[in-house]
């Protein structure tokens, strides 16, 4: 399920049965059906969206505090390749996330297109990284095979030189 539909249904489902309610209840009040049709489709439409951004930021605004706070010890960084080229930063978070705390996760994006180039970098707690690349290394994620690994040290090209 899509996560914006997964966080809509609830509201949606709520004006379903409010709506059902004042079919039900409320003609007797001399309102015709089609007064609600039009009340209930501009309801749907303005407040729905808004009680997620609502909902979606103080959820958005606790996640940034739990994620700062959850952990403070030593971290790895772990290079994971072979995404799926649809595939977000929270996908992979909530991925890795089953199997240990995650503290960042970066996607890296071709600089002139901006898409995603397949692969990444997750930063986890040093005590649950061996674990996460065992079970991740060969897992199958969106139909695509990841390549879990330490992540290397970046050398910079002027070493090369020397």
Not at 138 to 155: G, H, P, Y
Request: net charge neutral; hydrophobic share 45%; no cysteine.
């Amino acid at each position: 399920m899509l996560p914006t539909l997964r966080a809509s249904l609830p509201y949606t489902l709520a004006l379903a049965v409010l709506a059902y309610l004042a079919f039900t209840f409320l003609p007797v009040l001399g309102f015709t059906q089609q007064v609600f049709v039009v009340i209930g489709v501009l309801l749907s439409g303005i407040l729905v969206p808004v009680l997620i951004d609502v909902k979606g930021s103080a959820v958005e605004s606790a996640a940034v505090s739990s994620t700062s706070d959850a952990y403070k010890g030593e971290t790895v960084t772990l290079y994971v390749g072979n995404l799926p080229y649809r595939a977000n930063e929270d996908a992979v978070k909530e991925l890795f996330q089953r199997f240990g705390a995650v503290v960042n996760v970066r996607l890296m994006k071709d600089r002139q297109t901006g898409r995603r180039r397949g692969f990444g970098f997750v930063e986890v707690a040093a005590k649950d990284s061996n674990k996460m690349i065992q079970k991740l290394n060969d897992f199958n994620f969106q139909e695509r095979t990841l390549k879990v690994r330490e992540a290397k040290e970046r050398q910079d090209s002027d070493d090369s030189e020397e």
